[in-house]
């Protein structure tokens, strides 16, 4: 399906060479899209997924929960959509998590807003590992704002945790008893904590509803209040001439080996056709997994071993931010199935290296409510359906109205993302035998935590259920390191100044290919140690902005 | 609840399941227990075809408890087929609680919609938690100079 301004039905010319494709109609590849169509450019997206239906979403559905853990779960493994490809994740720690559909995975993240901090800049000139980036928070700071302002982001200025910064377009959401329920905590202990930033805007904003904290955010916003590209950035981009076609699997990224250049990109469409879309510049945009399966896919005489990939570090230094939670239970009700599923509130007290602790870098906290009936007796804390010894009667039965009575409502979560550092053994390979079902080989993960993060997860645990104590717990509960927390895919093409290190220059331009670029999380040469979202939109648009200035130089197809 | 029907489960499928649903979820205090609520007849019929993957381990385990003593049986398929315990102990716990009557004796109206006024001040703004965390000062690392 090819949509354009003229309507989502009309189609292109299929021959036709654009200014620039693009693969991948996520955060970032939405970010190019509506910027380099405004300034000009004539662009074709590539999407695999399709537009999404906010009546498919079943946030106001009784069966809310229970398809939340199959329909609209977030591994796409378990949710096995048509849409989805398979991940062999046999060698893997953690399961990737993503959504294909216009908007990306943006249609189930939570939508917390945390921008990168100056040290996720210089990991190595402050604690003497990793790399630092090509540019500084200061350089990325101009483009974050432009982006705070397209996505709705809503919170409260003034945050000790960063740099002084311009205001936020809307005002915070509530945090509600269990945000102010962890606030106490952090009072009580001296500790940072402010209300929660997220990409959720508290009144109307840029074709978004304001957020009613139904708090479903992870299955989808059916009210349209959680930004997610397609409502933000789409109706621009088609207005300005962008097209997209959905349902468009990206297989091959052509490269004449003559001319040094990328001439296009091969996809098959859901009727199993392949079809080429030409391009002057082409952008990949498919995530820190699906953005390197290309690349590797895309196998020419000059490149071998994958597209741009003479360095080898193509699919290598993957990251995933490995996850742990603490969980508290409080004697008061906490409204606790009230969203936003969102972060109520976030805390940077432990985020900077302290080498006392045992590890380098930290953490970021963000607090969330414990859900419905079904959520607090399996989500965290607690593995009541699990068999093992123990007797089915030990967690259900009475037991199960005890926990239910004792959880429900009185829950309150803190989750822990944890600087990844990158190692070049956690990698993106292409699986020799799986493929999607357009018979495209699908890739294959290998992937360990680190002791590093290993320790560092574990500090925080211990800090967090101190948190939840000091705020009155009467009971609390750890999950360490979950396997299904893979939402941040990064690091595996990175940028850098170094060639025969590094796959990218500092604009997310292939060093090896003047007309191939790669704006998404793949660029990150660190991680951070909060949701990157914020990050990789800011960063595109760093990207995109520099593509348009230097048009006249721009070596194309 | 409008979910797509599937299969029906025969009456011996409904009693064997019955008996294992009021195990797993009995009467105790004001909760029902899984039967008073019905969730052997229509419930399970909507929960089934909410989740057509968990339906053939759903019947696989009614088939190994037929029967049989409902604990005896919960607690051998628990160890021997879990997949298929989780099945039939996922379908009653969340049909039990997508019930009306359930989730009102829990305080719990679903995922509804809250209004408030965003321009509305919040509490941390007046009893001094924000200041005292802003009073503590900038905590971030600046870049480092070269």
Redesign the interface.
Known sequence: MVASAGGKGKRSRRDEEVDVVIVGAGPSGSVAAKHLSAAGFSVVTLEQGHWPDPDEFP??R??????S??QWHPNPNYRDRERDYPINTDESHINPLMFAAVGGSTTLYAGHWTPF???D??VK??DGVADDWPF???DLLPYLEEVEREVGV?G?P?N????PQKAFP??????GKCG?KA?EGM?KL?W????GTNAIP??PWNGLN?C?????CMTGCP?GAKSTANITYWPHALKSGAKIVTGARAREIEYDDTRGVVTGVVYVDEHGREHRQRGKVVIVCGNGIGTPRLLLLSKSKTFPNGLANSSGIVGKRLMMHPFSAALGIYED?LDG???PFGQLIES??F??TDEKRGFVRGAKWGAMPGG???GV?SFVGSKI???GDA???DS???N??DL??RR??HCMVWGIIGEDLPEESNRVELDSELTDTSGIPAPKLIYKVSENSHNMLKFHVDRCVEACEAAGSIETHVVHQVPDTGWHLLGTCRMGDDPKTSALNQWGQAHEVPNLYILDASAFPTCGGVNPTATIMSVALRQTKHLIAARRNQKAA | MTGKKITRLSDKDRETFAGIADLLIPRYGRMPSATEIGIHKDIIDQVLGFRPDIGEKFRRGLEKCRGKDPSEAANRLSREDADAFDAISLATSAGYYMNETVRELIGYPGQDQSEYDPFATPEYLTNGMIERVVRRGPMYKPTPRD
Do not use: C
């Open positions: 946030g106001k009784p069966e809310f929960e229970l398809v853990q199959k901090l100056p040290s800049f210089r000139t402050l500084t928070y200061e809503s409260l003034g000790p945790a960063y740099p809307t005002p915070p959401l509530p945090i102010m606030a009072d001296g940072h904590w402010w209300p508290s009144v304001p009613v904290r139904r708090g479903t009210e009700p199935w009230r969203g940077f007290e985020y900077e419905g009936p079904l007796t359906f699990s068999g007797k089915v009667e259900w039965g009475k199960l109205h239910v009575e429900f409502n």
